[in-house]
Nanobody, 126 residues
Framework: QLQLVESGGGLVQPGGSVRLSCAASGSTLDYYAIGWFRQAPGKEREGISCISSSGGSAGYADSVKGRFTISRDNAKNTVYLQMNSLKPEDTAIYYC???????????????????WGQGTQVTVSS
C-alpha cells in the first residue's frame, strides 16, 4: 500500500525559501497525480498545487503562484515543493496526497486523493 512521508519543514524567515519533499514507499508514484495541501491554524485545509503523474502539467493556487514550484522525480519516487518568497501567511502544516487519477483538476488532484502523508510544519516568522 502506498505510504507518503513529508519532510523539509521548519522555521524560516519571511522572504526565505524551503523545499518540501514527499517520499513514497510501498508502491510506485508513476500512476498518481500528487497534490500539496496546507492547513493553517483555525482554517480549513486547502489545496495549493498539483502535478500530473508524468510531471507534464502542474497547477497552482493564486496564493502561491509565482512563488512555489512543484516537481517530481519518479525514479526517486519523490515529489517536491520549492517554496520561495515565503510570507507569514504561508505558515501551516503541509501535506502531500496521491490520487490514482493521472491528472490534476486545476491545482488539486482529479478525483479524491486516497493517500495522505502525516504533514510537515512550516513556520514563517522573524
Amino acid at each position: 500500500q502506498l505510504q507518503l512521508v513529508e519532510s523539509g519543514g521548519g522555521l524560516v524567515q519571511p522572504g526565505g525559501s524551503v523545499r518540501l519533499s514527499c517520499a513514497a514507499s510501498g508502491s510506485t508514484l508513476d500512476y498518481y497525480a500528487i497534490g500539496w495541501f496546507r492547513q493553517a491554524p483555525g482554517k480549513e485545509r486547502e489545496g495549493i498545487s498539483c502535478i500530473s503523474s508524468s510531471g507534464g502539467s502542474a497547477g497552482y493556487a493564486d496564493s502561491v503562484k509565482g512563488r512555489f514550484t512543484i516537481s517530481r522525480d519518479n525514479a526517486k519516487n519523490t515529489v517536491y515543493l520549492q517554496m520561495n518568497s515565503l510570507k507569514p501567511e504561508d505558515t501551516a502544516i503541509y501535506y502531500c496526497a496521491a490520487s490514482p487519477r493521472y491528472y490534476c483538476s486545476g491545482y488539486v488532484p482529479a478525483g479524491r486523493p486516497g493517500y495522505w502523508g502525516q504533514g510537515t510544519q512550516v513556520t514563517v516568522s522573524s
